[in-house]
């Protein structure tokens, strides 16, 4: 009896483990095949949905005609509490597609804030030859320590990460001489937002523990009533 108690016993937490288990999953994705999928811009003029060109298909395309820097903004399917919904990377697909007049050129970046924090991502520096192509960018994400390429610009990572309300890429990293005429057309497409949201039993698995823990519970019982 003592022997098949511990067989139920690892039996159990075998179940218990392998119906538990994490896995990866996109969590929320932009490809702009059809739309600009709800993204916005501090600067609408300068922001179109391009049908072809991506990577592939629909992107976002950015013209400049001003000396704004523009950026643009997730829609809500990107926010919340990362913390909750197990964030574990971000990742998006950059291409710088025609220049002239460069004065400077910034890091890929992304910027998360929220009522408890904000942070920058910068990337690796982009190509200087153009057009540079479809990069894919990638930020981690974690809750246990701050991931490489992060800087906290307020308050704190995990306050951030507990409730992010703005998810923000700059779509403009070149900046051009005004003086004259200038060219600077960039794009942006594959927006992902990836995790290993908290493992949750399935009902089904959920039934069965409860059976082989009933069965067990009948089991200690009969034993003791036994003199
Ligand atoms: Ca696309
Ligand atoms: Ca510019």
Redesign the pocket.
Same mark, same amino acid.
């Given at each position: 009896m003592q022997i098949t108690w511990r067989y139920g016993l690892v039996a159990l937490a075998i179940a218990g483990f392998t119906c538990g288990e994490a896995q990866a999953d996109i969590l929320a994705s932009s490809?702009? =095949?059809t739309s600009l999928d709800g993204w916005t811009s501090n600067t609408p003029s300068q922001i179109a949905w391009q049908s072809t060109g /991506? @990577?592939? /298909? /629909?992107?976002i395309q950015f013209t400049d005609s001003t000396g704004d820097s523009t950026v643009v903004f997730a829609p809500s399917s990107f926010l919340g509490n990362y913390i909750a919904l197990g964030v574990t990377s971000t990742s998006f697909d950059d291409n710088i597609i025609a220049e002239s007049q460069v004065e400077s050129v910034g890091q890929y970046e992304i910027d998360l804030s929220g009522p408890l924090g904000s942070a920058t991502f910068l990337g690796s520096q982009p190509s200087s030859t153009y057009p540079t192509g479809w990069i894919t960018v990638t930020a981690a994400i974690s809750d246990t320590a701050l991931p490489s390429g992060w800087t906290v610009t307020s308050g704190s990572w995990l306050g951030l990460l507990s409730d992010v309300t703005q998810y923000q890429i700059p779509i403009e990293l070149v900046t051009n001489n005004q003086s004259g005429s200038w060219t600077d057309v960039e794009g942006i =497409? @594959?927006v992902t937002l990836t995790g290993s949201p908290a493992a949750v039993p399935e009902p089904a698995s959920l039934s069965l523990m409860f059976t082989f823990i009933g069965v067990l519970g009948l089991a200690w019982l009969r034993r003791r009533r036994t003199p």
């Open positions: 490809t702009f =095949d /991506g @990577n592939p /298909g /629909g992107y =497409d @594959n």
